[in-house]
């Protein structure tokens, strides 16, 4: 059973801007909050942005604000990760998460980049930025 399907990744220039998208089931779409992480190689896996489904309160790491946008689109299920201003060091497999995510005490839902919080996982898509 697929619950997220990440696409969009490629090849692209130092400079270039590239979107990705992700495909959630119905079920999964229902979670508080979808996010995007990277892993590049050699790399642990890292918290790029994240998103509440109902509200749309968005959390972004510091590598990526001001140069990548969250966003999604309820009624197809969709997240969207736009990236620009690409540069080598975003080269990494993207992926596409979802959760429940609560505070450091499980007592409420809060947006966070917290990787144990996010319990859904796409397969990952590549991005290269060449230099």
């Known amino acids: 059973q697929v619950q997220l399907v990440e696409s969009g990744g490629g090849l692209v220039q130092a400079g270039d801007s590239l979107r990705l998208s992700c495909v959630a089931d119905?079920?999964?779409?229902?979670?508080?909050?979808a996010g995007w992480f990277r892993q590049a190689p050699g790399k642990e896996r890292e918290f790029v942005a994240a998103?509440?489904?109902?509200?749309?309160?968005?959390l972004y790491a510091d590598s990526v604000k001001d140069r990548f946008t969250i966003s999604r689109d309820r009624a197809e299920r969709t997240v969207y990760l736009q990236m620009s201003s690409l540069n080598a060091g975003d080269t990494a497999v993207y992926y596409c998460?979802?959760?429940?995510?609560?505070?450091?005490?499980?007592?409420?839902?809060?947006?966070?980049?917290?990787?144990?919080?996010?319990?859904?996982w796409g397969q990952g898509t590549q991005v290269t930025v060449s230099s």
């Open positions: 119905a079920r999964t779409a229902n979670k508080y909050a």
């Open positions: 998103i509440t489904w109902v509200s749309q309160r968005k």
């Open positions: 998460a979802a959760g429940d995510t609560l505070d450091p005490s499980n007592s409420y839902y809060l947006l966070t980049g917290e990787i144990g919080q996010y319990d859904t």
